[in-house]
DNA sequence: TGATTTTTGTACCATATCGCAAATTAATCC
DNA sequence: GGATTAATTTGCGATATGGTACAAAAATCA
């Protein structure tokens, strides 16, 4: 029941700044990458379908540390989904933020995506927001509410990237930005669902392809 | 324990047709609305947070009697998924069947899967296939088959209508049937992920026009 | 009526699950 | 070193779960 094997030394520990000299028993456990073990495990098999002995197991903390840390297994699995929106963020922003053609933008955030949901050990991990947060959500008002903000996060900044186009005369001046983005939020959930059924990247990218060909009109 | 008050006379009975006479004693459940109720649970809770409890008493059937009639929970899940494609492919093979124009047909369809989608009494039910048969899919091969089988055949319906909305001139000769395709199938799964996240109709027909105002062009 | 057949109803078993209490260990503070 | 603090470990308990055995019930057959 151990992260490590290596105890995290002073020097071995980088992100604690100033070194706070905690005052009890050190923690055997770095919640983030406990938090993100059981991350893996809620993406992989939801809510219901995990245990919190599997938890315990992945995390490598037992059950009582597991409480201590980071609540119920309702806590947990909402921290576990504030984590994966963070790190989708993360990987996504700077794509949205820099200035480049809309296509290569598109492309590059597609690519993002694809990343997130093939990755995984045992087979593809999905999107945490389509596979177990949308099926969470009619019945939980909290989980709803971060799953309804992730859908409108991305369809914001979707529409902001068609928009730009638009202004860059990428776009026709018919196009509609609020339409365009719901599509390519829509192409997001498409490969998050067949990524799950273990559709082949080829495949996944290949309709990649012909959304954006069809957003923006057919590379010339 | 009892499905119906009234148990089924020859008479309410009109489906079972030249009455075999049974042997033994009479079913007391009827298993194709058995089944319904089922599935339903299965809609709304996944496959995991479902219990035996929860199906027997949404079935009006004991336990013995689900086992005797659908095998154990694994065999029920499969059977209700089975039953839920036929329903959703009896809703639309006739929208694909008749001849109309691509727009008419398009909202047809979208109309049809919203009804799908949006019934239920607890709540928006959404999707078997996006809901809860993707995350099992990872895992189980019999049930990713079939998620498979059911995007595929989705996809088949719609390349078919874009074809032939091209042939009739609806849509310029620069179309391509099977990119329009997986984006009128990502506008059903965007439609069947919001509306877990308890979207409204109103917000999602609009999506639904947005859409199709970009695949076919916008309404003259 | 009595034998046969099929389903129902009750009860049960073994295990899994969530959550927590009490004792133990390992660090710092004085 | 002893007190204090915080985390770990072990283990428990109440309940839930999937699955099944067995007898009672309700029909047909002879």
């Given at each position: ?84 929106r ?39 991990r ?33 529409a ?11 776009l ?8 365009l ?40």
């Amino acid at each position: 029941m151990v992260q490590k094997s290596k105890p995290p030394s002073a020097a071995t520990e980088p992100e604690r700044r100033s070194e706070p000299k905690r005052r009890g028993r050190p923690r055997a456990y770095e919640p983030e990458i406990a938090l993100g073990k059981a991350l893996d495990l809620f993406r992989k098999q939801g809510f219901a379908a995990t245990s919190l002995d599997d938890l315990s197991e992945a995390t490598g903390m037992n059950r009582p540390s597991l409480y201590s840390a980071f609540g119920d297994k309702r806590e947990l699995y909402i921290k576990s989904y504030q984590r994966y929106r963070e790190d989708a963020r993360a990987s996504m922003v700077e794509i949205f933020r820099q200035e480049m053609p809309v296509r290569q933008r598109l492309a590059r955030i597609y690519a993002a995506a694809l990343n997130i949901y093939l990755s995984g050990e045992t087979g593809p991990r999905g999107c945490f927001t389509v596979v177990t947060a949308a099926s969470e959500a009619v019945g939980d008002p909290e989980i709803r509410a971060m799953a309804l903000e992730g859908l409108t996060e991305l369809d914001k900044a979707f529409a902001n990237c068609f928009r730009r186009a638009k202004e860059n005369g990428e776009l026709p001046a018919s196009a509609d930005p609020a339409a365009l983005a719901q599509l390519a939020s829509a192409t997001i959930h498409t490969i998050a669902i067949r990524s799950r059924a273990r559709v082949s990247r080829k495949e996944l990218e290949a309709i990649v392809k012909g959304a954006i060909d069809v957003m923006v009109g057919a590379k010339p």
